[in-house]
């Protein structure tokens, strides 16, 4: 079946430094790829997507590239911010229903 | 656009009661989806509907779990007799129908945090 495996946190960093978190897929046929935030006490809240391999999606100065050669789907922010520290999810949808989680990936960003 | 709102926010219950949450999606979404989602862990598909019918439920629906939709809108998930293994965050997600089954964007309320003591 599908499965989505991303970096283990927490990811610890400072602010206005370099922010790189891994997500890797197994999946049959095209799937869609997503990254959600999850902020302390809310829902997830969609950060970015990509439907198609080679597509880029960006939000908010954070990107992610559909890699299908590497089954990957990474996010990156050149600089973070004490505002970005959340838990990050990387999911992949197939066939138009169930979304499949990574397991999360904890940002803490520092003054 | 007013979003998917989940009731109540948070609900503690003791072991063997029911609960019943509830789940309203963005209006014009057809798709309704509910994910169970444990500390530490990221969400995990329970069920779906489209419009009023239930299309896939997990495995980890077992038969004290049940969801209806019963006019397309708004749905419920019950829970009977529950466990302390129940103990959960309950999200419910709302989505167009993509076309020719393409991934559409699934939208996610605030969740109902459940503690079974």
């Known amino acids: 079946g599908d499965s989505v495996t991303q970096m283990e946190g927490p990811v610890t960093l400072s602010e206005e430094a370099f922010l790189t978190i891994n997500c890797t897929y197994t999946?049959?046929?095209?799937?869609?790829l997503f990254w959600y935030v999850q902020y302390p006490g809310e829902g997830l809240q969609l950060l970015l997507k990509?439907?198609?391999?080679?597509d880029k999606g960006s939000n908010k100065g954070f990107e992610a590239t559909y890699r299908k050669e590497t089954t990957s789907f990474h996010l990156e922010k050149g600089s973070v911010q004490v505002s970005d520290s959340a838990v990050y999810f990387c999911a992949l949808g197939n066939a138009g229903n169930m979304l499949t989680f990574g397991g999360g990936t904890r940002l803490m960003v520092k003054p | 656009d007013t979003g998917v709102s989940q009731n109540p926010r948070h609900k503690i219950t003791k072991r063997g009661q029911n609960v019943t949450f509830r789940c309203d999606p963005i209006s014009e979404h057809n798709r309704l989806y509910w994910y169970r989602q444990t500390l530490g862990q990221g969400p995990e598909f329970l069920t779906y509907?489209?419009?009023?019918?239930?299309?896939?439920k997990s495995r980890l629906l077992s038969d004290r779990f049940s969801a209806e939709r019963p006019k397309g809108s708004f749905s419920t998930l019950e829970i009977q007799r529950t466990e302390q293994g129940d103990s959960a965050m309950y999200l419910c997600?709302?989505?167009?129908?993509?076309?020719?089954?393409?991934?559409?964007?699934?939208?996610f309320g605030p969740g109902t945090r459940l503690l079974v003591l």
């Open positions: 997600a709302s989505s167009l129908e993509g076309w020719r089954g393409a991934q559409e964007t699934q939208y």
């Open positions: 509907f489209q419009n009023e019918a239930q299309l896939e």
């Open positions: 999946a049959t046929g095209y799937p869609s």
């Open positions: 990509a439907t198609k391999a080679d």
